[in-house]
């Protein structure tokens, strides 16, 4: 299993503006997950996408995968107020029975 | 569908004090999670079950934190003594199969709290 580093450690945008994450991570994986944890709440699994996928969508949030650089990149579109969150990557390798989470990053979308 | 349940939310107790912290994974799945989440430390794993059996406890950090999960449906985690640095928001979550091909689904917490 290996942990995955996001960057920023913190964003602070405008309603409106698009919102990119990172994460980073070292060795060869089997899929690649992205989880947003809400103030209070646990975290919520957003999308998954697989080491021979490039990109993935869903809604308002766009995922890109380069096994070549080892990275990940989170793209959220015209943020709202509700996206405020902090958001987790999570690099799966394969045969991984657990995941481990990196510090996040916090995301504050302001109205 | 229910989610994962965690029950209390929330729990202050003093210092030497047993604290057991309570859990119901969604119906049907075969994997169940344990973490523990501090700003120091961030998400930390500390125990994970698969179809009732404890497969890797490597993450629990004292012989004081112990897991149970008597039958599919319930899991506990138990602190016997607990320490003011056992306070943290404590998770837990299931899954459908190997997370390599699954998501994890989280419950709302236990936030604990040892005075």
């Known amino acids: 299993s290996q942990q995955g580093e996001e960057d920023p450690q913190a964003l602070s945008i405008q309603e409106g503006e698009n919102a990119t994450m990172n994460c980073s991570y070292k060795?060869?994986?089997?899929?690649l997950q992205w989880y947003r944890q809400n103030s209070g709440r646990g975290l919520v699994h957003l999308i998954l996408?697989?080491?021979?996928?490039r990109e993935k969508h869903s809604g308002r949030l766009r995922v890109t995968l380069d096994t070549s650089k080892k990275s990940s990149s989170l793209l959220i579109t015209a943020s709202r107020a509700a996206d405020t969150a902090s958001y987790f990557c999570?690099?799966?390798?394969?045969?991984?029975?657990?995941?481990?989470f990196g510090a996040g990053t916090r995301l504050f979308v302001k109205a | 569908d229910a989610g994962v349940i965690q029950s209390p939310r929330h729990e202050v107790t003093e210092m030497g004090q047993e604290v057991t912290l309570r859990c119901k994974p969604i119906?049907?799945?075969?994997?169940l999670f344990w973490y523990r989440q501090t700003m120091m430390r961030g998400l930390e794993l500390l125990i994970y079950f698969n179809n009732n059996v404890p497969i890797d406890d490597s993450g629990m950090p004292e012989d004081r934190f112990s897991a149970k999960m008597p039958n599919a449906s319930f899991s506990t985690l138990k602190i016997q003594p607990s320490e003011p640095r056992d306070s943290a928001v404590y998770f837990c979550?299931?899954?459908?199969?190997?997370?390599?091909?699954?998501?994890?689904?989280f419950g709302d917490g236990t936030r604990l709290s040892i005075l």
């Open positions: 996408i697989r080491s021979n996928e």
């Open positions: 119906s049907g799945h075969d994997y």
């Open positions: 060795t060869s994986i089997n899929n």
């Open positions: 979550a299931s899954s459908f199969g190997q997370t390599s091909n699954q998501p994890q689904h």
């Open positions: 999570a690099p799966v390798n394969t045969g991984g029975f657990k995941t481990i």
